[in-house]
């Protein structure tokens, strides 16, 4: 049975990752890395720094990955986009071709999501202007980005989300002050002047050459930049934490006419030891209807205790004066095609009849898909590591408050390079001791040996089960308890250490 639901917002969310894995970490793997994410509905990560197959899945999510080629000169792959739509939207979002992997474009559609006009979401990364992947190309991003503006604005309105690394500071405005229609010669009937929006303030008054380029393509296209002007983030906090400074460089832009359907926009907390960049997020008033999760829907149903009297008394409760009567006005109701409404109202009968007559159980509560997914706390996260990291808590705190105090900003890092450097022991010196372990525990312990092998397993992928029969299973088993055990060893040794580069280089 599929039951649907209203749903009155949407939130919508970008963040610059700077790579999936950092001094070996994997930040996919990370319980606050995913609880960041799951909690929105469509969410881009960027600079993922991944191939198609590290890509990360999640539950419940709909994804598209786009990736670079390695760069000949680094062998490393740069920039990354990652784009997630939980599955209850996929319907209403579409996404459309690009022209290149630095950005992507979606449609939300309003016969969906109950709009005036279709929506259209380009996710960007920018790059900076003096790297030499900018150097290289052909033509700039911006540009292309302006020509598929003025191309969508024609069919809906815009909303861009990115990594633009450009700075904007405060002091040129990204729409035309006091504009009107007055002294405007009649015929120029499409002329809309700019509304008056509220001043925008930015903690970063530094305005770059690309800041002025990004400043004129909002005024030229009727684009509004929400940072530091909007409900959440009202002062224009910082996005970007270095080494060398702090800046705003992360945007959400939207078209004029979506600034009264913007809730709130926030720049959220600096996770220092996950990203350089803060994630930003929009809350949008939108109205459409959704598939309701079943497993949850299940888990919500009331159940009764049942005894050898429970049917008697269930049906001298249907055939109270009081039921029949609510039995007579269902079978009166024409409901043509309405089923959801049928069922809600035929359930109903059922509950208050079985209120009437039974003992209801106990309700359990119920474990938020959120919560299920979450990994247990590492192995490796001992004590002292997890005191280091309310150190860099408190520092990280201490950086947001003070950003541009050169010796709070100094320190954290410090402390950000110690904490990655002993965390990346920390897992070498747990994974060595399994290894370790593993030479003696084949044939004495083999329970205890395949549960440490699970240990080191490093994926990000879920588990699917097989297809194999037992039978097959079975000869596989005898086979592999024939052959020679110390080569065998010596096999998953080799493999260990294979898994072993891969992960921390």
């Known amino acids: 049975m599929c039951i649907f639901t209203k749903k009155s917002k949407l939130h919508i969310s970008c963040w610059n990752i700077n790579g999936f894995k950092s001094k070996g970490y994997n930040k996919y793997q990370d319980f606050r890395f995913l609880r960041e994410i799951e909690t929105k509905d469509i969410v881009c990560l960027l600079e993922t720094h991944c191939t198609q197959e590290e890509s990360l899945v999640i539950n419940g999510f709909n994804s598209v990955h786009l990736s ?3 760069s000949k000169k680094s062998n490393k792959i740069s920039g990354g ?3 997630f739509v939980k599955s209850n939207l996929k319907a209403g979002v579409k996404f459309l071709e690009h022209k290149t ?3 992507i474009w979606l449609k939300l559609c309003s016969t969906f999501f109950s709009t005036t006009e279709d929506i259209y979401l380009c996710f960007i990364y920018n790059p900076p202007s003096n790297s030499s992947y900018t150097q290289s190309l052909d033509e700039e991003i911006f540009d ?10 024609k069919s809906g309105s815009i909303i861009l989300a990115g990594d633009l690394n450009s700075r904007t500071g405060t002091k040129q405005p990204d729409f035309i002050e006091g504009d009107n229609r007055n002294g405007v010669n009649q015929i120029f009937n499409n002329f809309d002047p700019d509304i008056n929006v509220p001043v925008r303030y930015s ?3 530094t305005i770059s050459s690309r800041g002025k ?9 009727g684009l509004r930049i929400l940072n530091g002007r909007t409900t959440g983030d009202s002062i224009g906090q910082l996005t970007c934490y270095t080494p060398n400074g702090c800046s705003v460089v992360d945007y959400f832009i939207v078209s004029e006419n979506l600034l009264s359907k913007v809730c709130f926009f926030k720049v959220h907390n600096l996770l220092g030891d996950l990203s350089d960049h803060c994630q930003i997020s929009v809350l949008l008033n939108i109205q459409c209807k959704i598939k309701g999760d079943t497993c949850q ?4 149903l009331k159940s009764y205790k049942w005894n050898e009297n429970s049917t008697e008394l269930f049906q001298e409760a249907l055939s109270s004066g009081s039921m029949q009567q609510k039995i007579l006005n269902f079978n009166k109701t024409e409901y043509h095609s309405d089923i959801n409404n049928m069922i809600k109202d035929v359930n109903t009968i059922f509950y208050e009849a079985a209120n009437l007559s039974l003992k209801q159980k106990p309700t359990k509560k119920s474990t938020s898909k959120l919560k299920q997914n979450v990994k247990k706390k590492p192995n490796w996260l001992d004590a002292s590591l997890s005191k280091l990291k309310n150190n860099l808590n408190d520092k990280e705190k201490l950086l947001q408050k003070y950003p541009f105090d050169p010796v709070i900003r100094s320190s954290f890092f410090s402390l950000l390079k110690h904490y990655r450097k002993t965390r990346k022991k920390k897992i070498r010196d747990f994974r060595q001791d399994l290894i370790d372990k593993l030479d003696n525990l084949k044939d004495e312990n083999p329970s205890q040996y395949w549960a440490l092998l699970h240990e080191l397993s490093d994926t990000n992928r879920e588990n699917t089960t097989s297809d194999v029969s037992t039978d097959a299973w079975f000869s ?4 592999l308890n024939e052959k020679d055990t110390n080569a065998s060893c010596d096999y998953l040794k080799d493999k260990i250490k294979d898994m072993e580069r891969e992960f921390f280089y």
């Open 68 to 70: 670079r080629a390695k």
């Open 81 to 83: 986009i990652s784009v």
């Open 101 to 103: 992997n630095d950005y």
């Open 144 to 153: 292309l980005l302006e020509t598929d503006i003025e191309k969508y604005s």
């Open 203 to 205: 903690m970063d008054e």
């Open 213 to 221: 380029y990004l400043n004129d393509i909002c005024i030229e296209t």
């Open 297 to 300: 829907t299940q888990m919500s």
């Open 476 to 479: 596989y088993f005898k086979n």
